[in-house]
């Protein structure tokens, strides 16, 4: 892995996500001090998350609660389609270069411009995740998606419609 990338992605995983847990498996506190406009509770199964299109309106923050039932570790990551397909190339990367643990790996912010922007949470097998994140006003389509390698090509991935 080249060093530039290994600073950033330790750089990353220094930063704190808006009332989210975090890219891991540490489900620590929210910041309940962020007003919730909506909650919506998905289920990541083995390939898949139900429901597959969500509509929010610009603005909402929303709180999402991701069930795994699935046998495998995956992870829910709000972005646009360009940066969700060069956090898969990441992530391949990664899990090729020296057996990295994935789900070590961070990104937080709310924005969806760039991997390490992207809203996100790793859900274990059998455990419930969540993350807490407002629409912009400013884009009218993003995707959710598992970007564990095979997983979003297997169908982890939904569309994510921001209307008024």
């Given at each position: 892995?080249?060093?530039?990338?290994?600073?950033?992605?330790?750089s990353l995983a220094s930063t704190t996500a808006l009332g989210s847990a975090g890219h891991g498996s540490d489900n620590s506190p929210l910041d309940t001090s962020q007003p919730i406009d909506r909650t919506i509770t998905l289920e990541a199964g083995d390939m898949w998350f139900t429901p597959d299109k969500l509509e929010i309106a610009p603005g909402q923050t929303v709180k999402f609660n991701i069930t795994n039932?699935?046998?495998?570790?995956?992870?829910?990551?709000?972005?646009?389609p360009k940066a969700q397909a060069e956090h898969r190339a990441m992530m391949r990367e990664m899990a090729?270069?020296?057996?990295?643990d994935m789900?070590?790996?961070?990104h937080h912010d709310n924005g969806q411009d760039s991997p390490a922007s992207m809203p996100s949470v790793t859900v274990l097998p059998g455990e419930t995740a969540t993350l807490v994140w407002t629409a912009p006003e400013d884009i009218e389509a993003l995707e959710f998606a598992c970007n564990i390698p095979g997983?979003?090509?297997a169908g982890m991935n939904g569309d994510l419609q921001i209307k008024g």
């Open positions: 892995m080249h060093k530039a990338l290994l600073v950033a992605l330790l039932t699935g046998k495998l570790e995956h992870e829910f990551v709000i972005g646009n090729s270069s020296n057996g990295h789900s070590a790996s961070h997983h979003y090509k």
